[in-house]
């Protein structure tokens, strides 16, 4: 059974704090993704990994970070928490190869206070 | 770059009753399209994807869809609704020789007995 395991569930971090949210796929998947959401925006795409330590931004990158160390983690980085940053964090997977489906996580909603 | 609209945010049906959620695309290269299912408290779970082929797709739990070129819709359907289909449902295209999913804003759907 295919897996792609965040983390955490739950976090609460003051402003300020760099966080951390890790993801682990167990697929072999070149391709994983970090996306926020939120109600009435959908999902939206933070930064992608289409290889080891190779990483590209998506469409809101702007207070994040990431890296990609070894093929299986891909991990989600906020510099400095701020308020706004609150939402629900899912990761993604998938191989590589055209209309690939993407595996999901179960997510990690993040509150900063 | 793929984008996609989902018309309705809310969508409450009677149990046994049929259901239609809407999903438009806009893409300027042929595209790949997908419906992912969110139940409470969890992660993303594809119900269906459209690649190439038939326009009509069916998917898990007795749903399908229907590919519209002309239209550029991907509309999910199901004939008859269970309290257990409650949740959030998200369209989503990728482009051809793209790995980066688009999703829609989502569709709450509310099975009532």
């Known amino acids: 059974d295919v897996k792609v395991t965040q983390s955490s569930r739950y976090l609460v971090k003051r402003t300020g704090e760099k966080v951390f949210l890790e993801c682990v796929q167990d697929?072999?998947?070149?391709?994983m993704f970090w996306y926020r959401q939120d109600p009435g925006l959908g999902l939206r795409l933070i930064y992608f990994s289409y290889d080891v330590k190779m990483k590209e931004k998506g469409d809101i990158p702007e207070g994040y970070s990431v890296s990609r160390e070894k093929k299986e983690r891909f991990s989600l980085i906020l510099e400095s928490a701020s308020t706004n940053q609150t939402s629900m964090y899912l990761c993604a997977s998938s191989e590589t190869g055209e209309g690939t489906e993407a595996f999901f996580g179960q997510g990690t909603r993040l509150t900063v206070v | 770059a793929q984008s996609v609209t989902q018309l309705d945010s809310q969508v409450p049906v009677f149990e046994e009753a049929p259901v239609e959620l809407r999903c438009n695309y806009s893409?300027?290269?042929?595209?790949?399209l997908f419906w992912y299912v969110q139940y409470p408290n969890q992660g993303l779970q594809l119900l269906l994807k459209y690649l190439s082929g038939s326009t009509l797709v069916k998917g898990i739990n007795g749903f399908e869809a229907e590919f519209n070129k002309s239209q550029t819709s991907f509309h999910l359907r199901k004939p008859s609704v269970h309290i257990s289909d409650t949740a959030e449902y998200f369209c989503?295209?990728?482009?051809?020789?793209?790995?980066?999913?688009?999703f829609g804003a989502g569709t709450t759907v509310t099975v009532r007995a």
């Open positions: 989503a295209v990728i482009g051809l020789n793209d790995y980066k999913l688009s």
């Open positions: 893409s300027s290269v042929s595209v790949y």
């Open positions: 697929m072999d998947h070149e391709n």
